[in-house]
């Protein structure tokens, strides 16, 4: 992803935007958060993560990285930032302070990267069967994977479930995909996938993963 000095409020989000908090320290699930406002060149107005339940113990001054999937300029965005507001009332949330510059990653869908990553397949009638695969490249529109055996047809619906690394913490994606293509491997089978519709964290998720993998080729 290239650097740039685009203003926040450029990127024309909108409240509920999904966004990923990563503070030092912190490596699970729990910096999830919500966009719930700004104002240009004030500070940003977000839901304070919470912990099994209440809100995460936080404090002023400390710094964080965010991350999210801007919709309308299609691409990932990342940037660091400090709290400069803690509110409990009327609900827990959080004041950030604008960033001085973000990182901006614009991937076509069509765009795959190489990769080797053990995916868990769900298929057939209520996808109550299930296998191993590797899928050997990715994109925001589709992947394509080698099994040993995968017992679909062209036109059918799977799930796919995979964990990956982005920035160092783990995260479980788990898409609706369409076969498009199937082909005899050495040893198994080729597996052409188109995605459905996906979660906006599985979207973030899938394309920081995507862009972190082409920028390694």
């Given at each position: 992803?290239e650097?740039?000095?685009?203003?926040?409020?450029d990127?024309?989000?909108?409240?509920?935007?999904?966004l990923q908090l990563?503070?030092?320290?912190?490596?699970s699930?729990?910096?999830?958060?919500v966009l719930?406002?700004?104002r240009a060149?004030?500070s940003?107005i977000?839901?304070?993560p919470?912990?099994?339940?209440?809100?995460m113990?936080l404090k002023?001054?400390?710094?964080?990285?965010?991350r999210l999937?801007?919709?309308?300029?299609?691409?990932?965005?990342?940037?660091?930032?400090?709290?400069?507001?803690?509110?409990r009332?009327?609900?827990?949330?959080?004041?950030l302070?604008?960033?001085?510059s973000?990182?901006?990653?614009?991937?076509?869908?069509?765009v795959?990267?190489?990769?080797?990553?053990?995916?868990?397949v769900?298929?057939?009638?209520?996808?109550?069967?299930k296998?191993?695969?590797m899928?050997?490249?990715?994109s925001l529109g589709?992947a394509?994977?080698?099994?040993k055996?995968?017992?679909?047809?062209v036109?059918?619906?799977i799930?796919?479930?995979?964990?990956?690394?982005?920035?160092g913490i783990?995260?479980?994606?788990k898409?609706?995909?369409i076969?498009r293509?199937?082909?005899?491997?050495?040893?198994?089978?080729?597996?052409g996938?188109?995605?459905?519709?996906?979660?906006?964290?599985?979207r973030?998720?899938?394309?920081?993963?995507?862009?972190?993998?082409?920028?390694?080729?």
């Open positions: 992803m650097e740039k000095h685009t203003r926040f409020e990127l024309r989000l909108m409240p509920g935007q999904p990563d503070f030092e320290g912190y490596t699930e729990r910096d999830r958060s719930i406002g700004y060149g004030q940003i977000v839901t304070t919470l912990v099994n339940g209440s809100p113990v002023l001054g400390a710094s964080l990285a965010v999937f801007a919709t309308q300029m299609n691409c990932a965005c990342a940037f660091r930032t400090e709290i400069i507001h803690i509110s009332a009327p609900y827990p949330h959080l004041h302070a604008m960033p001085g973000m990182v901006l990653g614009e991937v076509r869908s069509s795959r990267a190489k990769v080797s990553l053990i995916a868990s769900h298929y057939g009638e209520n996808f109550s069967q296998c191993s695969a899928i050997k490249d990715l589709g394509r994977l080698e099994a055996m995968l017992p679909v047809e036109g059918e619906t799930q796919l479930t995979a964990q990956v690394a982005v920035s783990e995260r479980i994606i898409l609706d995909a076969v293509a199937i082909t005899k491997e050495t040893g198994g089978v080729g597996v996938l188109q995605f459905q519709t996906m979660s906006d964290s599985d973030i998720t899938l394309h920081a993963y995507v862009l972190s993998n082409i920028h390694r080729q």
